[in-house]
């Protein structure tokens, strides 16, 4: 089982739409969880953190559920510009530094 | 500007050839991470330094070695006895926290001919 795992999609959306989708993680210890972007042939780039509450920053919302150890993500009112593939990352320690674990990604094709 | 830069964009490689990539960054971050990515994927640590003259393997160590002599630089060095060396490679830093966010640079894609 891979520590980290994403559907790869790809979400095709329409521009204007909502859509959500999910990451899990098999380290029940982790403590840290980030949401990237990462646009084709380009390096990731921080989207946000995920906090335990949940948080939104603007159209995207994160949610943590450690439950059932995954997070969300959410965008809100789909834009052109939104389509890219979207890393989660999870921190598996709290002792050290940590070396993070990245997901495959999931592909986000916004269509006019 | 401040920021992480990684040279060259594009590297071809004959095979049996070693090849160094670089990776400079004035952020002040005292930890710096490599990465590889392939198609399909989640990026897989090569090596990482958490201070200066001090590095650790990662998962996928073999074939590649580094060295970190200064705070801003952590050159990557793929050797000939990496066996399928073609990929996207991530330089990345981060100040030295727990859950500390990283910071990637933009690439070198390599092409071994």
């Known amino acids: 089982r891979k520590e980290v795992e994403q559907d790869p999609g790809p979400?095709?959306?329409?521009?204007g739409a909502t859509v959500a989708f999910n990451c899990t993680y098999s380290n029940s210890a982790s403590q840290s969880f980030f949401w990237y972007r990462q646009d084709c042939r380009k390096e990731p780039k921080l989207l946000m953190s995920v906090y335990s509450s949940g948080n939104e920053d603007g159209r995207f919302t994160a949610q943590?559920?450690?439950?059932?150890?995954?997070?969300?993500?959410?965008?809100?009112?789909?834009?052109?510009?939104?389509?890219?593939?979207?890393?989660?990352?999870?921190?598996?320690?709290?002792?050290?530094?940590?070396?993070?674990?990245?997901?495959?990604?999931?592909?986000?094709?916004?269509?006019? | 500007d401040g920021g992480i830069t990684q040279s060259p964009k594009y590297l071809f490689r004959k095979e049996g050839q070693n090849v160094t990539l670089s990776c400079e960054q004035n952020l002040n971050h005292d930890a710096m991470y490599w990465y590889r990515q392939d198609p399909g994927q989640g990026l897989r640590l090569i090596y990482y330094s958490q201070i200066v003259n001090d590095f650790q393997k990662g998962?996928?160590?073999?074939?590649?070695?580094?060295?970190?002599?200064?705070?801003?630089?952590?050159?990557?060095?793929?050797?000939?006895?990496?066996?399928?060396?073609?990929?996207?490679?991530?330089?990345?830093?981060?100040?030295?926290?727990?859950?500390?966010?990283?910071?990637?640079?933009?690439?070198?894609?390599?092409?071994?001919?």
């Open chain 2, 59 to 113: 998962d996928i160590a073999e074939g590649y070695s580094v060295s970190r002599e200064k705070k801003e630089s952590f050159p990557l060095t793929v050797t000939s006895a990496q066996k399928n060396p073609t990929a996207f490679y991530l330089c990345a830093s981060s100040k030295l926290a727990s859950g500390a966010t990283q910071y990637f640079g933009p690439g070198t894609r390599l092409t071994v001919l």
């Open chain 1, 11 to 15: 979400f095709n959306v329409p521009e």
């Open chain 1, 64 to 112: 943590l559920n450690r439950a059932s150890q995954y997070i969300s993500l959410l965008i809100r009112d789909s834009k052109l510009s939104d389509s890219a593939t979207y890393l989660c990352v999870v921190n598996p320690k709290s002792d050290s530094w940590g070396k993070l674990q990245f997901g495959a990604g999931t592909q986000v094709v916004v269509t006019p």
